[in-house]
C-alpha cells in the first residue's frame, strides 16, 4: 500500500511516512485504500490478545514492514512492563449500553502511549530501509500528554533525538513536571510563551522551510514528527476501535455487524479519525461523537459547515484539547471530498489567510451522517465527573468526562440507544486537583500529590506507581523559548 499527500505531493512508502512525518508539500499522507474486514477476519481477530490483535491490524498498513518486526515493535510495547492491566486496552461496563475503554494503562498514563510506545521502533525501521543514516529528531508540539509520552518512548533510542515543545503556561502540574523530569541522553524540553496552535504551527512551518532543512542536513540530522500529523500515530489508535468491538462480541453484548458509537474527547483530531478510518475498514459503527471542550472549533464546525479561527482562546480543565486548528481534520476532509487535494489546499491556504473556510451542503450532510458533535465546559464537565462517580463509583478525568457529557447530549438529542463505548483517554490522577474538586466542591487542596492521596481514598482506585515516582524526581529540564526562536532552540 502506498501513502499519498492530501495536498497533492508524491506517493510514498508506509515506512517513507513514518521517517518523513509530514509531505514536503505541508500536507499529510494517507493510506491509499482502506483494507476491508470480512466477518471471518473479524472474527478471528476476536479470538487473539491485543497484542495479536495490533500485530494483524498495523501489519495491513504497513506493508514494507516484516510481521517479525512489528511482532517486535508489539512486544516491547504492550507488555507488563510498561502497562499495568494485562489486557492492555480493557473495556469497562458502565451501564446496559455505555462502555469505558480505558487508554490509560501505559507510562505516562495518557492514550498517547498506545501509538508512541511503538513509534519509536517503526522509526528506527524505517531509517533503516531507506537507508536513511541521519539521526532522526523527533520534533514534537505538545498540549500536555504527547510530549511525556514521546520522551518516554525515544528516551535513549539509538540514532534519535527528541526535542518537546509546550505551551509553558498550558499543561497540567503533572503534565509538567512529567516531562520536565524526563531522563535519557537524547531529549530536550522547551516551554514556549504561547499556546499549542502557536506552537504546533511553529513546528510544522519548519519541516517545510528550506534553510531550517538543509541546516538540519548539514548537522546530519532529519527532522520527524511524533505528533499525530504522523501516520505512524493513527494505525495503532485504529487497533483498539476494532479490538473493543470484538471485547464487545466476546462479552455477548452484541451480535456480528450490530452497529455502536463511539465517544472521542477530541483536540487535534487523531484520536477520532483513527475511529472514522476503523469505520472505513468496516467496522459497523453508526455514529462517531466528537467530543470538545470549550474551545469548540470543531463543534461549530460539524454544526455550521464553518471552520473559523475568529475565536478566543480558552485555558480549561481539559488541556490536551485546548486546541483550535486540529490538524488531523485535513485527512478526513480528503476522503470527504473525494480525496480533492486542489480543495484541500484552498481550504487550507484560506484558513491560513482568512482565518476560516467554507464547505458545501453537500459536504455537511455527509459529515453529519456519520459524526455527531457536542462541547462540554469546564463547570458541566466537573459535574459530569460527579454524576459518574455518584451514579457509577467509576472515576474519569476532565477528558473523558466531557466525552461522557456529550454522549448525554447526544442521547437526549436523538433517543439512540445503540451501545456506545467512550474512549477515556487520561488517569483522572493526571488531573488530581480538579477531580478532587469536581467530586468533592469545596475541597480546598492545591497540590496535584495530596489531592491525589485524598482521591484514593475515596475512590478506592489505587494511584498509579507513576505518580509516587514522579515525586521524587529532580527537574532536568528548564529552557524556555519565544515561538520565534523554535528554530534556533532545536538547532543549538
Ligand atoms: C491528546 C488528548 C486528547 C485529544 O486527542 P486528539 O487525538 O488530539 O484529538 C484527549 N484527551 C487526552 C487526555 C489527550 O491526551
Known amino acids: 500500500m502506498s501513502f499519498f499527500s492530501t495536498r497533492g505531493g508524491k506517493y510514498v512508502s508506509a515506512s517513507q511516512a513514518i521517517l518523513n512525518g509530514l509531505s514536503p508539500d505541508g500536507g499529510l499522507y494517507v493510506p491509499s485504500m482502506f483494507p476491508m474486514l470480512t466477518a471471518e477476519e473479524l472474527n478471528k481477530l476476536c479470538k487473539l490478545s491485543y497484542s495479536e490483535r495490533a500485530v494483524n491490524i498495523i501489519k495491513y498498513y504497513l506493508e514494507d514492514y516484516t510481521t517479525e518486526e512489528l511482532e517486535i515493535a508489539i512486544k516491547n510495547a504492550y507488555n507488563s512492563d510498561k502497562f499495568d492491566?494485562?489486557?492492555?486496552?480493557?473495556?469497562?461496563?458502565?451501564?446496559?449500553?455505555?462502555?469505558?475503554?480505558?487508554?490509560?494503562?501505559?507510562?505516562?498514563m495518557a492514550f498517547k502511549d498506545m501509538a508512541l510506545q511503538i513509534l519509536p521502533r517503526l522509526i528506527t525501521y524505517a531509517a533503516k530501509k531507506n537507508n536513511e543514516d541521519r539521526e532522526v529528531s523527533i520534533l514534537v508540539a505538545t498540549s500536555g500528554d504527547t510530549g511525556k509520552a514521546a520522551l518516554e518512548g525515544f528516551k535513549d533510542v539509538e540514532n534519535t533525538s527528541c526535542t518537546v515543545f509546550y505551551p509553558k503556561d498550558g499543561v497540567s502540574d503533572i503534565q509538567k513536571l512529567q516531562m520536565l523530569t524526563t531522563g535519557?541522553?537524547?531529549?530536550?524540553?522547551?516551554?514556549?510563551?504561547?499556546?499549542?496552535?502557536?506552537?504546533?504551527?511553529?513546528?510544522?512551518?519548519?519541516?517545510?522551510?528550506?534553510?531550517?532543512?538543509?541546516?538540519?542536513?548539514?548537522?546530519?540530522?532529519?527532522?520527524?514528527?511524533a505528533n499525530s500529523i504522523n501516520f505512524g500515530r493513527l494505525v495503532p489508535q485504529i487497533v483498539y476501535y476494532i479490538s473493543s468491538y470484538c471485547d464487545l462480541l466476546n462479552m455477548n453484548k452484541i451480535a456480528m455487524f450490530h452497529s455502536v458509537n463511539f465517544v472521542v474527547p477530541t483536540g487535534n483530531f487523531g484520536n477520532i479519525l483513527a475511529a472514522y478510518y476503523a469505520q472505513s475498514m468496516g467496522l459497523p459503527i453508526n455514529k462517531l461523537i466528537c467530543a470538545s471542550n470549550t474551545n469548540k472549533v470543531l463543534t461549530d464546525f460539524f454544526n455550521t459547515g464553518v471552520y473559523s479561527l475568529e475565536r478566543e482562546f480558552f485555558k480549561t480543565i481539559s488541556p490536551s484539547m485546548d486546541i483550535l486548528i486540529s490538524s488531523n481534520l485535513e485527512r478526513l476532509l480528503y476522503e470527504m471530498t473525494d480525496r480533492n487535494s486542489e480543495l484541500i489546499n484552498k481550504w487550507m491556504n484560506d484558513l491560513k489567510e482568512l482565518g476560516e473556510f467554507k464547505i458545501n451542503e453537500t459536504y455537511k450532510t455527509w459529515l453529519n451522517a456519520k459524526f455527531y458533535a457536542g462541547f462540554a465546559d469546564d463547570i458541566t464537565t466537573k459535574q459530569e465527573i460527579k454524576k459518574i462517580f455518584d451514579k457509577h463509583q467509576y472515576?474519569?478525568?476532565?477528558?473523558?468526562?466531557?466525552?461522557?457529557?456529550?454522549?448525554e447530549q447526544y442521547r437526549k438529542s436523538t433517543n439512540d440507544d445503540t451501545p456506545t463505548i467512550v474512549a477515556s483517554t487520561a488517569s483522572p490522577y493526571k488531573f488530581s486537583e480538579n477531580v478532587l474538586s469536581a467530586i468533592q466542591p469545596g475541597s480546598e487542596i492545591h497540590d496535584a500529590f495530596d489531592s491525589a492521596e485524598v482521591l484514593e481514598?475515596?475512590?478506592?482506585?489505587?494511584?498509579?506507581?507513576?505518580?509516587?515516582?514522579?515525586?521524587?524526581l529532580e527537574i532536568r529540564h528548564n529552557a524556555v523559548c519565544e515561538r520565534n526562536e523554535m528554530a534556533d532552540s532545536i538547532l543549538k
Open 184 to 225: 535519557g541522553n537524547n531529549t530536550k524540553v522547551v516551554g514556549v510563551n504561547g499556546n499549542f496552535d502557536d506552537t504546533q504551527s511553529g513546528l510544522k512551518a519548519l519541516f517545510v522551510d528550506e534553510e531550517f532543512r538543509s541546516k538540519m542536513d548539514k548537522n546530519n540530522r532529519l527532522p520527524s514528527s
Open 85 to 108: 492491566d494485562g489486557r492492555i486496552a480493557p473495556l469497562i461496563p458502565i451501564d446496559d449500553n455505555t462502555y469505558s475503554l480505558e487508554l490509560y494503562h501505559g507510562p505516562t
Open 457 to 472: 481514598k475515596l475512590s478506592n482506585l489505587r494511584i498509579p506507581k507513576q505518580i509516587n515516582e514522579l515525586k521524587q
Open 395 to 407: 472515576l474519569i478525568d476532565p477528558h473523558t468526562a466531557v466525552g461522557f457529557n456529550v454522549l
